[in-house]
């Protein structure tokens, strides 16, 4: 199983924050998180989130990016909060898996498990 | 203790899934004239070539039966065109068709716009804006497995377009839909004059229009 660690960034700059790259054929799907805020200026909600452009469907030739929030957690300051795979059931990206925060924190660091099921 | 298996009175033998070199295929007479080349013409398959091919789809939810993508099989540059049918007439594809799991269903068509799985009754053919008839000879993953495919199709040089419609059921945003074909590429040699062991032994492929009488 793969592992990513990011930085807590904002959601518009979430595209460098991403976990794993979208593969057309598998989905991604979290396995772990650990959200190491112990040394953070402040709490942060941190959220997964799924990047794909839909296919092409009738009536609709070239739809736009979809970003959809797939999982939200609050980490309080001070704290190191790790999930298993258990708490992630159900988590999955179709397209690439990113993590945000509501703020951007250098000293907040984020690090995701993943697996491409195909 | 000292056992002795007894020794076993029978096997079962499971066929190949897919057509094999030597293996023989009959094109019966329902093939209209435009396929003379194979119409009630026997061949040997000499030889077969296996490729693996994944289409992948991200579709948003079927918004009651508006929203839905049409795979079109056939050769062509169109948006929705695959283009997985044969040029040769000396080609046959056998495809086997699965599907990974997931929240959404198919409908057959051949050619464009007429199902093959339409019942007899008026108005009884699928209809993905109606809650009930958008089930009916619908085919779900659970149907054919990705890794256990059911869905088998026979494609020729020219045969009209055979669409598979994708459908969304409501229930989650978006669906990723990966449809994974193994297209046997067959290479046909004619005999001229089959035996009637031959004729016995060989596989008919029959023209789609056999589905609906």
């Not at chain 2, 000499?46 to 579709?59: A, F, K, S, T």
């Not at chain 2, 229930?171 to 990966?178: N, P």
Request: proline share 6%; net charge negative.
């Amino acid at each position: 199983m793969p592992s990513t660690v990011v930085a807590a960034v904002l959601e518009a700059d979430a595209a460098d924050a991403q976990i794993a790259a979208e593969r057309e054929n598998a989905v991604v799907v979290a396995k772990s998180m650990t959200i190491d805020n112990e040394g953070g200026g402040a709490d942060h909600i941190i959220v997964i989130q799924d990047v794909f452009t839909p296919s092409a469907y009738y009536g609709t030739e070239a739809p736009a990016e979809e970003e959809i929030d797939r999982h939200k957690i609050t980490a309080i300051q001070g704290d190191i909060i790790t999930l298993g795979e258990e708490d992630l059931k159900g988590v999955k990206c179709l397209g690439a898996m990113r993590v945000y925060s509501d703020g951007a924190d250098a000293d907040c660091f984020i690090t995701v498990g993943y697996d491409h099921e195909e | 203790m000292l056992e002795l298996q007894p020794k076993p009175q029978f096997s079962v033998v499971v066929p190949p899934k897919l057509l094999q070199e030597g293996y023989l295929v009959h094109f019966d007479s329902d093939w209209p004239s435009t396929h003379d080349a194979i119409r009630e013409k026997t061949f040997r398959i000499d030889v077969v070539n296996q490729v693996p091919y994944d289409l992948p789809y991200i579709l948003p939810t079927g918004a009651a039966g508006t929203i839905y993508r049409d795979v079109d099989f056939s050769n062509g540059s169109g948006t929705f065109q695959e283009s997985i049918y044969p040029t040769k007439q000396n080609s046959l594809f056998e495809v086997l068709v699965g599907f990974k799991p997931g929240n959404f269903l198919t409908h057959w068509f051949i050619p464009a716009g007429k199902s093959v799985h339409a019942l007899e009754y008026a108005q009884m053919y699928p209809d993905l804006t109606d809650t009930k008839r958008q089930y009916l000879g619908a085919r779900q993953p659970k149907d054919s497995p990705y890794d256990d495919p059911r869905i088998k199709m026979y494609l020729v040089k020219d045969l009209a377009p055979l669409i598979m419609r994708l459908y969304v059921l409501p229930g989650v945003l978006f669906e990723k839909i990966v449809v994974g074909l193994t297209i046997n590429k067959c290479l046909l040699r004619e005999i001229e004059a089959p035996t009637e062991d031959q004729l016995l032994k060989a596989k008919v492929i029959r023209y789609y229009d056999y589905l609906r009488w």
